[in-house]
């Protein structure tokens, strides 16, 4: 949860992941091999599955667009300590919405 976080409570992880995501997601469309066998996960995180179209073209175009945008859009958030859980559940609930699209760009940088 604290992957948008730095060491000693900087930026510098966020500015790193927000960069390669810039990159990465700038060079490929919602057509790419493991974006597809992510799309329905993507989907459901960002609560996007009752949407009309579920599973053809323009829905993954409007899905991947979504995703795109609020990624490099979102925050560092607040860091979490462990002995404040409330802090565990706010940042759990942020970042559950952009779980899967995070995995993509740490995992299939190019």
Not at 9 to 14: A, C, L, P, Q, T
Not at 26 to 52: C, G, R, T
Request: net charge neutral; proline share 1%; glycine share 6%.
């Amino acid at each position: 949860m604290n992957c948008r976080q730095g060491p000693f409570n900087n930026n510098g992880h966020h500015t790193t992941l927000k960069c390669f995501g810039q990159r990465l997601l700038d060079k490929v469309n919602h057509k790419e091999e493991v974006l597809q066998l992510l799309y329905e996960d993507i989907a459901y995180s960002m609560n996007m599955e009752h949407d009309a179209g579920f599973g053809d073209e323009e829905h993954q175009k409007r899905v991947f667009a979504q995703a795109k945008s609020e990624f490099l859009s979102a925050g560092t958030g607040a860091v979490v300590v462990r002995d404040r859980w409330w802090r565990w559940e706010d940042q759990a609930a942020a970042f559950q919405r952009l779980s899967w699209i995070t995995c993509y760009v740490l995992l299939f940088r190019r």
